[in-house]
């Protein structure tokens, strides 16, 4: 699966991911390149947050990222939001799949091995 998003999927995705709704292109900063990342994440914006969940938890280089350095971005509908990201490991990931869109939340779950829940608090 790592092969499968790193050269199939994420190249594709990240080209229209941020214009589509109940989708995000997430930016990290990297761990050890401090190069900047973008990852194509589905989830929803509640309130002054945008609620996702990674399928592979602590394992994708994405939430790597964000433990090393919280401060992140987030393209929604063309428009680019700076925030803080939370990984919330003792948050219901399949609950909180519920609430997000359904497409997305279908390919977290047959794909997932390790649900992990992470809130970006937006910056006002």
């Known amino acids: 699966m790592t092969w499968y998003h790193r050269h199939i999927a994420n190249p594709l995705m990240r080209r229209?991911?941020?214009?589509?709704p109940?989708?995000?292109?997430?930016?990290?900063?990297?761990?050890?390149?401090?190069?900047?990342?973008?990852?194509?994440?589905?989830?929803?914006?509640?309130?002054?947050?945008?609620?996702?969940v990674s399928d592979h938890g602590l394992a994708s280089a994405f939430v790597r990222n964000i433990e090393a350095n919280a401060r992140v971005r987030l393209q929604i509908r063309s428009c680019w939001y700076a925030g803080t990201a939370h990984l919330l490991p003792d948050d219901d990931a399949e609950a909180r799949l519920r609430r997000l869109p359904r497409f997305n939340s279908w390919n977290v779950?047959?794909?997932?091995?390790?649900?992990?829940?992470?809130?970006?608090?937006?910056?006002?």
């Open 16 to 20: 229209v991911v941020g214009h589509l």
């Open 109 to 124: 779950r047959m794909l997932g091995t390790d649900l992990l829940t992470i809130r970006v608090d937006l910056d006002d």
């Open 22 to 52: 109940g989708q995000a292109l997430l930016e990290t900063t990297g761990r050890r390149t401090g190069l900047t990342r973008r990852t194509p994440v589905g989830g929803r914006c509640i309130g002054g947050s945008f609620w996702m």
